[in-house]
Structure formats: structure tokens, C-alpha cells
């Protein structure tokens, strides 16, 4: 769940911090104000694409800053631990920072990692859903996906089978494919895998160090003048005669002698105290910093070349650590297999043979799991889908094969009709861009409290809608937050009236520069705002009693 949420110097938002709580938040304003904004701060705090155009102009950099509350998401607390990554009172803290040049930078509780390994997280912490995500459901390859995850650990279970036995097969098969290769193929092919894997090996990379090192290399080439800086501030806080550190001893030594005088001079003497032991304290820290600034060219000489060896590796093998030690296990893989002369091409068909009569084996079982758990599931989304102010809706879910991948063997098609009488058609054929907004809502409902992430986030989920389906389509979204943290930019005041927080995002004039302002709001003011969504600008007494109305009389 998202506790607080900071934006510094992202596009027309200069600066805006907000606390947020578990169950429902709605988020309103004129278009045009920024709502959308904060929607896009938040994926960029999950891994999203960095663009320099994000930052403000005239900033150096923006920043994005999530503390999430990790405490009940054991996959989470399992990938920190494997990175490093302490985690205190089950808070994490995700910061992305991204500069005017487009560099980005991430860091989680303060240790820097990989925009991969953000990636992995945000899936883990946030289902963000912007004005087009919806399009997910018009891809058939991702349909299925919805299904998975409405089923849960049971699917979860087999899907993790499927694909330990997939990969089984795929290395019995490469391994008889190398078999199988001409003796002078497979000697060239070893040749260059020897060279590559030597390559890597040689320089061995870790993830996140070429961030690093840039670090590194930016402190060394600023480093005589750091070592100037601090050496100044030590001289004059600690060091020199007269120096601070100095003139605060001699006060609490004065004051010391007189409080037996005046006893109400105690409470300035602690206070005088903890400066004096904080001065200290920061001067030897300020030494300790000053004496390890080295100016040696060699080490910058040395981190450069580092950085130069390991950019040489992301051009031949990736981009990142990540795939270039991909790239290295793939290789000493195929390497071993190419080499192994134990096992015999029989002995390989063999074993191959077996291995995917498990193979499809598992596929059977999933499909049926599948196919069995779907009725329920089509059931609960034509349900919801028809509270939803489309009374005819008919959603079915339809199997076909498809060749064995890791996920299994089968392709899901969401069939629906939203009229009576009308035949079943793939989803992406028939249904309107609001008909897909409310089977996505069906569908988030229907998975409630079964799987699923601990936030949603719906932008402009209400496209589309009016009357007795808004007014429903709100019901939906507060019956998800009793299981879910779910946040909602929204036009409707139907929805805002059913939110238990509400934030107003507005347009203002600082100086000479327009910002964004986020305001929570209460009482009369959310009244106001609801009253506003009703009627527009002119907001008069009925449009005020109506807003109470449903505010209050929910």
C-alpha cells in the first residue's frame, strides 16, 4: 500500500507530497490540471520509460518518491533481501531521479539498483491502470493473464511446473541440437562462446555497478575542490583558533558556572550541550570525509577504465548487467552442453521423450484447471458486468491450442456481447471504449480479495459513462477498496462522492510559473468541489444540497 507519494520538478508540478491511506481516494480537478501527471510520477516511481521532457524546465532534475508499506507482501521482502535491501517497520522507500540530460537514477531505502529490478517491484506493489491501459483487454496473448490471476495459487502452482518442465525440454533440446551439429560448427561455436564467456568473466560485472562507478567518477574529478570545501568548513567550525567548536566550549563552560545561580538556566545549558556534542560529532565526521577525499588520478584513471570495460560489454551483450550475466549463464550452458561427450545422442532422444510426455502431461492438467475455474469466472464478470449498467452483457471465456510455451499450452479468447440477441464475438470486436472500461472493472471486482496486487489505481476509469452507470461503477470501485487500496482520477462526482479521501488537483500562478497544487479536502470544501463536478463554476444552493446529498445520504 502507498503511504506518501512526493513529485519534485516533474513537468508543471514543482513540488507536491501527499499522504495516503488504505481503502478509497478520488482525485478530481479541471482538465488540464495535472491529475494525469501524478499518474505518470507513479509509473515513472515503478520503472516507467524516464524522458528528460519530464523534467521541469529549469530544474536540473525531477524526482518521484514512493514509501510503500511492504510489511504483507512476502515476494517483495523475499527480492529486497536478495538485493540487499534492508527493510525497517515493513516500509520501503522507492526514489527515482531523473535529470535534464535523461539520465535516471533509482534507489530503494537508499541503495541504489537497476530500473530492471524497479520493473520487477512495481509489478509487485502497483496495477496502475492509465486512460488506454484498458487495451490490455483487446490483446488475446494477455487474456489470459486476467484468468491466472483471477484463479490464483492453484494456477500459480502449475504455471511454476509447466515452466520448470518447459525449460527442462528446451535444454534437452539444445543440448541434442548441439549433439547433432557438424564437428566443425560445434567447434566454432565453441570457440566463440570460449572467447565470449573469457570476455565476460574478465571483466566480471555486477548489477548496478556501472551507476556506481559514474558516481564514483563524478566524485573524483570533483574531488580537490571537495577536499578544499570541507577542509575550509572544518578549519572554521573545528580547527582554527577561535573556531566555532571552541567559542560553544568556552560558553557552556561559562554557563555551567553560573547555573547554580539561576537553576532555569539548565534547560539552556542541555540545549548548549547537545550543540556542542552534535558540533563534535559532525566535526569528526567532516575530518574523517576531508582525510578520505583522495586525489590520486590514478583511481579516477582506474574507475574510467572500469566503466569503459563494462560499457564495452553492454554493447556486444546488453544493456545492462543484468542481460550481460544473462548472456554469460546462456553461454556457459551452451558451452557445457557442446563439450559434454558423456551422454550419447540415444540417451538424450530418450530422455527427451520422457520429459515432454511430462511436459504435456502438466499442460493437460492446467488447461483443465483452467477451463473448469472459468465458468465461475464468466459467471462473476457477466454478474458485475450487468450491475454495471449493461443489462444484456454476456462475457465468456473461449480455449483454443496453441504450441507449448512456458505458460502452458492454451490460447484464451474473451468473448462478449453487451446486446440480447447479438452472437459472442472477441471482446476487441465488439465492445466500445466504455463497454471496455466496465468489463475491466468487472473483472478487477470479480478478483477482489482473491489475487492481485495492494494497489489500483484507475485513471479516468468513468470515460464513457453517466447516470445510473456511473452511480454503479462508483458502488463497484468502493466495494474493491474494502479489499484493495484503490485510487481513482475521476470526472464523475458520483465517484468523488463515494471516495473517503479527496484530493483537488488544480492549476495556480506562482510568480511567473503555472503549478500544480494538490489540496485534501474536507468538510464544505469537498462539498464545494462535488458541487462543482455537478454543476460547473456556478455553484448555487440545489447544487449544494445535491452534493450533501451524496456525500452524506450514501
Known sequence: MILELTVENIAIIDRSSISLGPGFTAMTGETGAGKSLLIDAIALALGGRADSDLVRA????????LLVDVSDLPDVLTKCAELGVEVEGGQLAVQRDVSAEGRSTVRLNGRPV???VLRELGVLLVDLHGQHDHQALLVSERQIEFLDAWIGSDVALLLGEVSDQYSVVEGSKRKLGALRTSRRDREQRVDMLQFQVQEIEAVGPVVGESD???TQIERLRHAERLKTVSSHALDIL???EGSALESLGTAVREFEGIVELDPTVEEILSQMREALAALQEGGRGLRNYAEGLELDPADLEQAAARLDSIKRLFRKYGDTEELVLRHLEESQGELANLTDGSASEEEIEERLFAEQIRLTELC???TELR??????????VTSHARELAMEKAQFDVSFSSKPVEPNGADLVTFLFTANSGEPMRPLSRVASGGEISRVMLAIKVASAGRAGVPTLIFDEVDTGLSGRAAAVTAKKLEDLAAHYQVVVISHL?????RANTHFRIEKAIEGARTVTQVTLLTGEERLREVARMLAGEEIGESALANAREMVYGK
Open 58 to 65: 529549469g530544474a536540473n532534475k525531477g524526482s518521484v518518491s
Open 114 to 116: 537497476s530500473v530492471g
Open 212 to 214: 556506481q562507478l559514474q
Open 238 to 240: 573545528v580547527e582554527n
Open 364 to 366: 493437460d492438467t492446467l
Open 371 to 380: 477451463k473448469r475455474k472459468s465458468v465461475e469466472f464468466e459467471g462473476l
Open 493 to 497: 462526482p458520483q465517484i468523488a462522492a
